[in-house]
């Protein structure tokens, strides 16, 4: 699975865990479906990763990381994505599939303009929520919270109608 980082994600990653080139060999290609794009962003003084998938934009929140815990980032990961597909009532076939056949993550800095446009709505939601609800970063829970942030509508860049990240993500 590739994490595609932006810049100020990728240079907090520990340096085994990053790819020295970009993949674009066929299978690059062809684990296409695995790819997230991630983005690093503070949050009232909080370090919080967003991840939206590339094709179903299906968001993750993983929330409140200090310095070891980009060192382990791969276990934040799989805890919030494994959580988050039960939290948002996907068939228990669809979790145990992801749970059994999850990858380790490798990390990279490219990049798809429509996905981080996905990233920054995204942002942009958390922190009026936070602000709205007068809550703290380090209150919310992380799998609630994305699996909310993948149950509305998303528009994608070249697709005529919205789509429904959770949704997509069960097909």
Known sequence: MILHCTKKLYAKLPESAK????????????????NRHAHLVTMRRRQCIIAVHDATRFTLLIPCLTKKDFGNLDWHFND???????????????????????????FDTNCNRS??????????????????????????????????????????????????????MAK
């Open 19 to 34: 790819i020295a080139e970009p993949v674009t060999s066929s299978i690059g290609t062809q684990a296409h479906w695995l």
């Open 80 to 106: 919030v994505f494994i959580s988050t597909l039960l939290k948002s009532d996907m068939p228990s076939e669809l979790v145990n599939v992801a749970a059994t056949n999850y990858q380790p993550l490798t």
């Open 115 to 168: 996905v981080q446009g996905t990233m920054n709505q995204v942002t942009q939601e958390i922190v009026y929520g936070l602000h709205h609800n007068r809550a703290s970063v380090a209150d919310i829970c992380a799998y609630r919270y994305s699996a909310d942030l993948s149950h509305r509508p998303c528009g994608v860049k070249g697709q005529k109608d919205y789509i429904w990240p959770d949704r997509e």
